[in-house]
DNA sequence: CTGAAAGCGCTTACAG
DNA sequence: CTGAAAGCGCTTACAG
């Protein structure tokens, strides 16, 4: 009564398994199987609820039909989104996705990748952190589909996805020096990964572009796993020592303590600072003012990925390198 | 070289598939395997890179260690942490975790259910959706373990966990009362959950105790699924046509879309509006000024329902029909 | 002290 | 037109 087994259906219907298995995976017509007898197995098979026990039918195919997904931290936003995507997007295609957070933890990072591998996974679609190269490296020798997303590895060939994050500072930058500010700080983390380095490159080049109108860069570093009242102080220091007109963050989450020192200060934006922040985020909508950002487009993001590892997944031999920067958009708001 | 079988393992060490499978799974003095056989069989494991396939062991032993949970959004900021502290909590017991949404809709929450009974899982934690009671009854004839999370459902006898609604509204109503507010609004949504049957009744049943002080309730119910800007409208109104002086919202995404109509009506909180929310969320934090919340112990309800959850796997015949309460906590901030 | 065999629930050549 | 058999990668009584 509880669980109905093939063998269940094949013994009710007075055939073999065989047979049973063939008319429900719509084979009866390649395999010949007479009308009444399928009509009779299909009866039977919906009447008793069975269905099959995928984990005997992933072993036996040696396909899971799931992608593991490795982001960097799900309760982010950002990554809430791109996973949402991710899953609607493999669903179209018959497949179930798997996903966990790093939080750019490379000791959980490789534990998961491992769990996941163990799991059977078709493929992988991962955030790395920023000494997983080996473990990266491992799965490309072994031709496990994958592909990377939002940074890669500059050491490690992978097919991956991003943004342009040059292309999304600069604008970001051009847009304020254009608006006339020209002590504009920039707050990063120290990160060692290649889409954090794309964006303070960005910053210090654009300056160095337009070093009539501007002196000097001003740069904050914080660490990524300080206290965050820590890091609120050290901005609040940053805005008052290096006298900014303009303060512009490299991710969402630094840009919400920015918010938090920005409010101890009681400074007025656009007036008194603006704020542009990379990766767009409700609080920036709702926040008053509203703050101006630089948005990815995280839908595209997902489908590219996604079609890029199908396509590995159908095409084994021949994994796509396929290398895929996609641009950033300006969402321009109150704050600058 | 791709995959390393239990059996590549054997031909290697030359033994039987059996006394590897004992060694590995730390029976080997159990099962008497002399020091050197187990010592060689597990130099050869690590050195190839052994690790046995999931969906065997799964298959074999008839447990997939894994545990399903259907909330109702995972990028709702309530949903995301409920769902880290389960992980959390449930990867302690050596079991993963598998999340999927609901959004609230009913078809998709059976199809997620019947995808997550095929995949074999060992236990379910769910916040149901309101018609999912044949459902839900169901796995409870076939003796799945299970715990339904946040809501229950008042015609299926089940373990669930919860916090104490009522007592969360009565909370925030009577501290509005003590400050003095005597317009109190009350926004809810349609949804036909009891979790929200209960914040109402709250609200209504608080009122009818002041009577003497508070002439009558205001209560606007939106619509769970209407635009946004159709909600955000409908609060505007609410809040000028009823002249309210505090205003209570039954959910955190009701209070973010509050924020939205507060900002267009430009109110000064809380001279010209109180406002609290039910559920605490960063937004409610970094606004200004910071909105007072009723806050739900999330923590507390994750592990309490994995505990419950695997009291009963690991006792399957008496499924424990227990149900928790959680008093959840006032968060005093500036709005009120 | 160790191995051969059965079996978890499927799918798929192969045979007739 | 349908069935018997092998096998996916494991675990676990059973036998010796």
Redesign the interface.
Same mark, same amino acid.
């Given at each position: 009564m509880?669980k109905v087994s093939l063998k269940d259906i094949a013994k009710l219907a007075g055939v073999s398994a065989s047979t049973v298995s063939f008319v429900l995976n719509g084979k009866a017509d390649t395999m010949r199987i007479s009308k009444p007898i399928a009509d009779k197995i299909t009866a039977i098979a919906k009447k008793s609820g069975y269905?099959?026990?995928?984990?005997?039918v992933?072993?036996r195919t040696g396909q899971?039909k799931t992608i593991g997904l490795l982001v960097e931290d799900?309760?982010n936003?950002f990554f809430?989104?791109l996973?949402?995507f991710i899953e609607d997007e493999a669903n179209k295609y018959g497949y179930?996705v798997?996903?966990c957070?790093t939080e750019n933890n490379n000791q959980k990072a490789k534990a998961l990748l491992?769990?996941l591998?163990?799991?059977?996974v078709d493929g992988f679609l991962i955030t790395p952190t920023d000494k997983i190269d080996k473990d990266i490296q491992q799965l490309m020798d072994?031709?496990r589909p994958m592909v990377l997303m939002d940074r890669f590895l500059p050491s490690v060939a992978t097919p991956y996805v991003l943004v342009n994050n040059f292309a999304g500072v600069e604008t970001g930058m051009l847009h304020l020096i254009e608006r006339g500010y020209r002590n504009i700080g920039f707050v990063t983390v120290d990160l060692n990964m290649i889409q954090m380095q794309k964006r303070d490159e960005a910053y210090i080049q654009t300056i160095h572009k337009h070093k009539k109108l501007i002196k000097t860069p001003f740069l904050l570093r914080l660490h990524y796993n300080e206290p965050t009242e820590d890091s609120v102080k050290k901005i609040s220091a940053f805005i008052q020592n290096s006298a900014l007109d303009a303060i512009f963050f490299s991710t969402n989450y630094l840009g #919400?303590l920015g %918010?938090?020192s920005i409010?101890q200060l009681k400074l007025k934006m656009p007036d008194q600072l603006a704020m542009v922040c990379f990766d767009d985020h409700? #609080?920036f909508r %709702?926040?008053?003012p509203e703050i101006t950002t630089i948005r990815q487009p995280i839908k595209e993001i997902a489908r590219s990925a996604v079609q890029i590892l199908l396509a590995q997944m159908e095409n084994k031999k021949q994994l796509f390198k396929k290398q895929v920067e996609i641009m950033p958009q300006l969402i321009l708001r109150a704050s600058t």
């Open positions: 509880k269905h099959p026990n995928q984990l005997a992933s072993l899971s799900i309760s936003n809430a989104a996973a949402k179930k798997v996903y957070s491992q769990m591998s163990h799991q059977q072994y031709k #919400i %918010l938090e409010k409700d #609080i %709702l926040h008053t």
